[in-house]
């Protein structure tokens, strides 16, 4: 889905506030890419290194709206936040993890009216879609 050129300043804008608000232990890029091949939503790993140094590498399909992107990026953020090597990735500490991220982030004023603009009718979430966490 091609977004405005308002709607894509706004996911920067809101990833700049996560890396402020809720800095991981690395740093974390964070790309839309077609994922839909991959039957995937979005994927979180730790690379690392590079000329960028260990980092967390979050990609979003780009097929979803700004909405949806917003909720994957939040499930995916958890897992940075949260990461570690070997253990099972939805655990209850990810869960409220993510809780905090979402009440803190969609229940502001001016993302909850954002978000429910933007929200799409239930049918249209993709569905039968997951995420991997890879790295
Ligand atoms: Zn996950």
């Known amino acids: 889905m091609k977004w405005s050129r308002k ?4 996911w920067r804008r809101w990833i700049q506030v996560l ?31 590079g000329k960028r140094g260990k980092h967390f590498f979050i990609e979003v399909d780009s097929s979803l709206d700004r909405a949806q992107a917003w909720a994957i990026l ?30 803190e982030h969609v229940s502001d004023s001016d993302y909850e009216a954002e978000l429910w603009a933007l929200s799409p009718q239930p049918a249209s979430w993709p569905s039968r879609r997951k995420h991997s966490h890879g790295g």
């Open 7 to 10: 709607g894509a300043c706004k």
């Open 19 to 49: 890396r402020e608000t809720h800095p991981a232990p690395h740093p974390v890029m964070v790309r839309r890419v077609p994922l839909k091949g991959m039957d995937l939503l979005g994927q979180c790993a730790l690379r690392a290194g």
């Open 74 to 103: 939040l499930h995916e953020w958890a897992h940075a936040l949260n990461w570690t090597e070997g253990e099972p990735d939805h655990s209850a500490q990810w869960g409220k993890t993510l809780a905090e991220l979402w009440r």
